[in-house]
């Protein structure tokens, strides 16, 4: 029975089923997840929730496609066929994806609405490599023995993909596009606070007629999710979500020698050198801030700055702070709108009490007065915050910003490595040799010059514990891929 949304906004063709094995299956229970709205607190949605039985009849149908189907044998370019009708396919639903995005985590529709588009050239630019990426190389072989190796990439096998809250239809499609064009076969795992966004895509992909078993779709939460970690028959995990969850996964395929990707959580710093602006600065802080109300592993939480202009910092960024409009994500005057959900919103206001006892509270910390109902919180601001304190080492998730003193540039380097993670980060400055200097010094996988920057279609992931691999670019498909080196005799 399809679900359609109150306003016609979006259509779920088969919300009480699970797509395996190429067909939409019952589920083995009853069971079901109820996601609320995050702006409203209503009924958004209801789903199935898979269980571990469910999940092994897909890690099962997945096994079969690929060790005896033809995916896995086609050539690059007779799959890239399928990511090109992907890609216009999500054209096509972008606007329904946008409304997912807005319903699930509370993303402003005005952001959302193009997320779809945005994503389809992500889709385009894996097929486009099914004729450029180096699948066969040839070598001389050391050994003394003559010929040739030809090395060769193979699809690593069945792939289990689980995927966050927060981006849940992007991250999906970032770990689909590499993994299908690699030839594996995927078991895509949603998350229970964000199913629209993914039931969208499986419905799509369903459309095009992959091989059977190709591509497998459910939503669970943790206990079925670990299943999908332990299934002797999957080959590879690819994860996106917190570090404690990524050290499991982590511990789980050590047992059993399984490949894993993992994107963890962030706590990046964003250094504000002397010969740039603040007003400049605090402008673009705080336009990232409100950006999907900073529910961003990559966000730039810490801001760093020398100790002379930190007050002036300090002032800028809450003056643009206390101008942000909060509210309703379709509203056209709505600059940041709600947290995902109420277990969110309590994780955000504890770190906000833990801020108030070790740092000075300068703006926000608080519910917007005019907001009653929905996961709501105004944009927040510490300032004289110790570089080892809690809220400047831990990932807070939410719009809560730390501002740090550093004695010189070299001290702000230290301040910005002195954290367990390593994601992201930005270097404002108006020198870009100087930039590129600073750069090099932090230890994180992805540096913006005077903005925060983030892109899958060259490489995304992180140092320390951020992670574990790449995702994006051509490091991300080579994620899901085997050498294999075949040493071939010479002519006689």
Known sequence: MAWKSADGAYTIQHPDRFLIGGEWVAPSTDRTIRHLNPATEDLEIEVAEAVEADIDRAVAAARDAFDSGPWPRMSPAERAGYLRKLADGIRRLSPQLGHSWTREVGVLYALSEHGGTAFAGYVDQHAGWADTFPWEQTFPTTDGLGGDALVVQEPVGVVGAIIPWNAAFVLALVKLTP???AGCTVVLKASPEAPIGPYLIADLIHSLGLPPGVFNFLTADREASERLVRNPDVDKITFTGSTAAGKRIASICGERIARYTLELGGKSAALVLDDYDIEAAATTLANSTAYMTNQVCAALSRVVVSDDRHDQMVDALARRFEAIKVGDPYAADSQMGPLAM???LE???????IGKKEASLVTGGGRPADLNRGYYVEPTLFADVNPDSRIAQEEIFGPVVVVIRAKDQDDAIRIANNSSYGLDGAV?????????????????????????RMDFGVSFGGFKQSGIGREGGQDGLRSFLESKAIMLQPHA
């Open 428 to 452: 404002f400055t108006q020198d870009p040799k100087l930039a590129y200097r600073v750069a090099r010094q932090i230890r994180t996988g992805t540096i913006g010059h005077n903005l925060h």
């Open 179 to 181: 993994a299908l064009l």
């Open 347 to 353: 994780r955000v206001q504890g770190y906000i009490e």
């Open 342 to 344: 109420g277990r969110q």
